[in-house]
C-alpha cells in the first residue's frame, strides 16, 4: 500500500478537530504536517487540544504549528470559541493536562520541508487538506518553484457558487453578527479572497468542497442520536467525537463541512467530482470581495457536486470507532 503524504489546514472548529482524527483512521495516510491558522478559532486552545488530541491516540506529533497568517476580514469572535471548550474536556486532560504552546512562525517553514523532502525523495509528493482559508497555502504556492512538482493536490473546503451566472449565490456569514460583510461569500473565501485568487492561478491541482454539497450533510441532534450514540460507549473516540459534536448539533444551520472534505481523501468513491471554470471577487469593496462564480475566462476546479450522505455518516462512524486509545481508560 503506498503511503499518502497529507499536510493539515485547520483553524480549530469542532468539525476541524475532528477531522484531523479522521486523517489519523486512514491506514495509507502519514500526516506531512498540520498548520493551525488564527482565523475560525482562537490558535492558543487550538494548538493544545490537538496535540492532546493526538496524544490520547498515541500519535506523538511533533509537526503541529501555529501559523502567523493574517485575514483581510477576520471572523466574529462569536465563532471562535470552541475549541476553548473542548481543550477544557476531562476526557482530553486525563491524557495530558497542559501543552506548551510555542509563538506563531511563517510560511516559509512548511516550504523548506517541502523542498528538503523532494531533495531526498525525488518522488515525494504531499497533498494539502485545507480546511480554512487559504493565506497559508497562498504563500506555499508562490514560495515554491514548482509547486505543482511537490504538491499532489489541494483538497479544500470553501467556496459556494450559483449554477445560474444571473444568481448570485448564497453564502454562510450571518451579516447580523458581521455587518457590512457579503452574503454571497463563505468565511473561508472570504478571510481572505486574494489567496484564493492566488491558489486559482497556481496550476496545482484544486479540489473544492463548497457549501452547495457540504449544507447537505447535516450536523443535528437527530443524526447524533442515529449514528454516533448507540455505540459510543464502547469507543472512546466515537465518545469524545460525540461529546464534542453536541456542543454544536443544537445550534440551527451546522453541517459535517470540514469531516466531509476530509473523507475525500480515503473515499472519493463518495463524491461525484466536475470540472468547472471559475473566478473569485477580489474587489476592494466588502459586499463583493469574495464572491466566487463560474468564469469562462477562469481557473480549472474540480468541484465535489455531490456526496453519498448516508454512506459518509457510516464511514465517519465506523473510521472513529478503529481509532485506539492508548490504555483506556486512563490509569490502565
Wanted: proline share 8%; glycine share 4%.
Amino acid at each position: 500500500m503506498t503511503t499518502k503524504h497529507v499536510a493539515v489546514m485547520q483553524d480549530g472548529a469542532i468539525d476541524e478537530l475532528i477531522s484531523v482524527m479522521l486523517l489519523a483512521s486512514m491506514d495509507d495516510v502519514s500526516m506531512f504536517y498540520i498548520d493551525i491558522l488564527n482565523a475560525d478559532c482562537i490558535a492558543y486552545p487550538t494548538y493544545q487540544v490537538t496535540q492532546k488530541m493526538l496524544k490520547m491516540i498515541g500519535q506523538e506529533v511533533d509537526l503541529v504549528f501555529i501559523s502567523n497568517a493574517r485575514g483581510w476580514n477576520p471572523f466574529p469572535w462569536t465563532y471562535r470559541q470552541y475549541s476553548m471548550m473542548v481543550n477544557l474536556f476531562p476526557m482530553i486532560n486525563d491524557y495530558q493536562a497542559d501543552v506548551v504552546v510555542p509563538p506563531p512562525v511563517a510560511p516559509p517553514y512548511c516550504v523548506d520541508k517541502l523542498n528538503a523532502a523532494k531533495a531526498a525523495d525525488s518522488d515525494f509528493k504531499v497533498t494539502f487538506v485545507v480546511l480554512s482559508p487559504l493565506t497559508d497555502m497562498a504563500e506555499i504556492v508562490a514560495g515554491l518553484e514548482n509547486p505543482a512538482d511537490i504538491i499532489e493536490s489541494i483538497i479544500w473546503m470553501g467556496g459556494v457558487y450559483s449554477d445560474d451566472p444571473n444568481v448570485l449565490p448564497v453564502g454562510n456569514i450571518d451579516t447580523g453578527i458581521a455587518p457590512g460583510a457579503n452574503p454571497n461569500a463563505e468565511w473561508n473565501a472570504y478571510w481572505d479572497p486574494y489567496a484564493v485568487d492566488t491558489v486559482l492561478k497556481s496550476g496545482v491541482p484544486f479540489y473544492m468542497f463548497p457549501l452547495n454539497v457540504t449544507n447537505s450533510v447535516l450536523l443535528t441532534p437527530e443524526i447524533i442520536r442515529q449514528y454516533f450514540l448507540s455505540e459510543s460507549s464502547s469507543y472512546p473516540m466515537l465518545d469524545l467525537a460525540s461529546q464534542m459534536y453536541a456542543t454544536v448539533a443544537f445550534e440551527a444551520g451546522f453541517s459535517f463541512w470540514d469531516s466531509v472534505t476530509t473523507a475525500y481523501v480515503d473515499r472519493p468513491d463518495l463524491f461525484s467530482i466536475e470540472t468547472k471554470l471559475m473566478s473569485i471577487n477580489t474587489e476592494i469593496d466588502p459586499l463583493k470581495q469574495g464572491t466566487i462564480k463560474l468564469d469562462p475566462n477562469g481557473y480549472p476546479v474540480q468541484v465535489a457536486t455531490s456526496i453519498n450522505v448516508q454512506g459518509f455518516y457510516t464511514y465517519l462512524v465506523d473510521q472513529l470507532k478503529t481509532l485506539p486509545v492508548a490504555g483506556w481508560p486512563p490509569g490502565n
